[in-house]
């Protein structure tokens, strides 16, 4: 009978090991251009004006496989579904914007509060997310 259920704890232990699950955070983001301030980038498809004007503040939350990130000013907010990413927590997740557009944030490994990058399926600007110290 304890070998029975050692086996059937070992195996639901296996089973389960193969599923990667974020852990919960919650921080505080700075988002700037990586490629400087440019008229090209003014304006912004997903992160509007103030990030194109320099840098702006985003409230960023994991909880479960969902990352929320809402701008601090109020004037944006997205949710996106962390699944796709592998286990070790590097990949990228497509999200749409307001107006339906594609936006993509990409992860190098890792977990919590980290740098991710966001771009956009209609120009070649990239913004980078670091936690703010």
């Known amino acids: 009978m304890r070998l029975g259920l050692f086996l059937t704890t070992l195996i639901g232990l296996a089973g389960a090991s193969h599923i990667s699950s974020a852990a919960d955070a919650t ?41 929320t990130f809402t701008s601090r000013a109020g004037y944006r907010s ?36 980290r740098p991710f990058h966001l771009t956009n399926s209609i120009n070649a600007c990239r913004s980078v997310f670091t936690p703010k110290t």
Do not use: H, M
């Open 27 to 67: 921080w505080v983001a700075v988002s700037t251009l990586e490629n400087g301030i440019s008229p090209y980038c003014a304006g912004g498809q997903f992160t509007g004006q103030q990030v194109s004007l320099g840098q702006a503040d985003w409230q960023v939350d994991i909880k479960g496989n969902t990352l």
């Open 78 to 113: 997205s949710t996106l579904d962390l699944k796709a990413l592998q286990p070790d927590g590097s990949g990228k997740v497509v999200g749409k914007d307001d107006k339906n557009r594609e936006f993509y944030l990409t992860f190098d490994p890792g977990s919590g509060a």
